[in-house]
């Protein structure tokens, strides 16, 4: 069963009369409202760039290469923090005095009151750019301050971007200076960590007498390779004599003399024990994994330590360097003309709410005197 509206439209145009005089003392009401009473303000704004990501570290960016999508935020989250900071916010009122603009000044809670107030009056808005995968990337910033006197609105527009680029050239430079003092660590550790790894290699340089033990290793198998073929054209020239000579003749003896001498040789380039510039062949296989262990650790420590002299000579330059990391590109302006409130939406917006409400409780009452009716007659005894 649907609901019958005709009765109560029917109300409505019964008092017709009533509602338009009640529209056009509403909308008089709105037209000095809007004209006469509340103040206009005037705006002005500034827009810059957010910083640009700091190159970052050649440690961070291996470790992480996702970095490389988040940094341009990050630096835009500082802005974020900086605007929203209760020393800013004390800065700018106590500069332009707002606790007299807000009537605040016997308030006991007029730095709180006066925050809330100001949020209205100043405002931080951001131009966002998506990245894909639901990232997005703040491509600028945009500060907008409202005052009733344009040029305090300019003022104000100038003083919150000075204070913003200020503040942001501070962050840069102590995070550049930590992080100079960080890579001046590792960089101390990691040259304490090369002495003592060179002061272990030269040890076992001179105790093993292995300075370069692959030259030295390819140094004993070519004079193990010249003894072997002293020693096997020697057996060829023994073997030949002892075919033409029977007996024991000086020949066949000097032959046998210098093969047992050979295969002493031989005998000491295999297997000897002792540590010589030549090691054996039996050394040379037990020196070489410690001497490329060593060897490899001094590579790797050097190439650590060009690194941190690399990162710790931009950390310096970062540090050194206060430039402003703000780019303007939009400087606030004084206005001509008032920016809010719009005035005719603000009149139309008054007039409407007045009369949607006035026919609204009209329209209320007559169903409530209604319902009010049928009940009564409905719980009325019959006689």
Not at 94 to 110: A, G, R, S, T, V
Not at 121 to 143: C, D
Not at 167 to 187: C, G, H, P, T, V
Request: glycine share 2%; charged share 25%; aromatic share 10%.
């Amino acid at each position: 069963m649907m609901f019958d509206l005709r009765p109560y439209i029917l109300l409505l145009w019964k008092n017709r009369v009533f509602l338009l005089a009640n529209f056009v003392l509403a909308s008089g009401v709105a037209v000095v409202l809007a004209f006469f009473v509340v103040k206009q303000e005037f705006s002005s704004q500034v827009t810059f760039l957010p910083p640009a990501a700091s190159p970052g570290s050649m440690l961070s960016m291996s470790t992480n290469p996702l970095m490389g999508l988040l940094s341009g935020d990050e630096a835009g989250d500082n802005i974020d923090a900086v605007f929203d900071s209760k020393i800013l916010k004390r800065r700018i009122i106590e500069k332009f005095n707002l606790y007299d603009n807000y009537d605040l000044q016997k308030n006991p809670n007029k730095f709180e009151q006066a925050v809330r107030r100001m949020r209205r009056q100043v405002m931080l808005s951001t131009a966002l750019k998506g990245k894909g995968i639901g990232m997005s990337k703040t491509v600028s910033y945009s500060v907008q301050c409202y005052h009733t006197s344009p040029d305090t609105a300019l003022m104000m527009a100038e003083f919150i971007f000075a204070c913003l680029d200020s503040a942001m050239i501070d962050i840069s430079i102590n995070k550049a200076s930590r992080n100079r003092a960080f890579i001046e660590e590792q960089y101390r550790t990691s040259h304490e960590k090369l002495d003592s790894i060179q002061d272990a290699f030269k040890e076992f340089q001179v105790t093993y007498k292995a300075f370069d033990i692959s030259e030295q290793t390819k140094l004993t198998l070519k004079v193990y390779a010249d003894v072997k073929a002293a020693a096997v054209m020697n057996d060829l020239r023994l073997m030949t004599l002892q075919r033409e000579f029977r007996g024991n003749s000086p020949e066949i003896t000097a032959a046998l003399n210098e093969k047992r001498v050979l295969e002493r040789k031989l005998a000491e380039f295999e297997q000897k024990e002792e540590y010589s510039v030549l090691p054996s062949l039996n050394m040379s296989s037990e020196l070489m994994p410690k001497y490329t262990n060593l060897y490899r650790s001094l590579e790797v420590q050097n190439q650590i330590n060009l690194l941190l002299i690399r990162e710790l000579e931009q950390a310096r330059l970062q540090e050194a360097r206060d430039v402003s990391p703000l780019v303007l590109i939009d400087p606030p302006y004084m206005a001509e003309y008032k920016s809010r409130p719009k005035r005719i939406p603000m009149v139309m917006v008054i007039t409407v709410g007045y009369m949607s409400a006035l026919m609204f409780i009209i329209v209320a009452y007559a169903m409530f005197t209604d319902f009010l009716k049928s009940g009564w007659l409905a719980a009325k005894p019959e006689k």
